[in-house]
Nanobody
Framework: VQLQASGGGLVQPGGSLRLSCAAS????????IGWFRQAPGKEREGVSC????????YWGDSVKGRFAISRDNARKKVYLQMNSLRPEDTAVYYC??????????????WGQGTQVTVSS
């Protein structure tokens, strides 16, 4: 299983970024997949997840209404559109697979993350 996140960067508060995740080494269709983030000195936080079956989604409370997740199984890609970014969104974002999407569902595997910094 390989997951490569990209698309991070420096953005001003209120701005937008689109993260991408390239999956390889497994059949993406069968897995729930999503994103978690980790900021220095803070615990890992689930951001969003989309299931492989019915495309149901999970959102962390802090990003609801601002972020959108999508998946393209044919291209083996997952995307996270982040809008109305806030300084507290600053973290390393990781793409991960899950058994199921939910608030207490731990990630199964993840790759190298991408840094998102929201600052003026």
């Amino acid at each position: 299983v390989q997951l490569q996140a990209s698309g991070g960067g420096l953005v001003q508060p209120g701005g937008s970024l689109r993260l991408s995740c390239a999956a390889s080494g497994f059949t993406l269709d069968y897995y729930a997949i999503g994103w978690f983030r980790q900021a220095p000195g803070k615990e890992r936080e689930g951001v969003s997840c989309i299931s492989g079956s019915d495309r149901s989604t999970y959102w962390g409370d802090s990003v609801k209404g601002r972020f959108a997740i999508s998946r393209d199984n044919a291209r083996k890609k997952v995307y996270l559109q982040m809008n109305s970014l806030r300084p507290e969104d600053t973290a390393v974002y990781y793409c991960a697979t899950y058994v199921t999407c939910g608030p207490n569902s731990p990630p199964l595997s993840w790759g190298q993350g991408t840094q998102v910094t929201v600052s003026s």
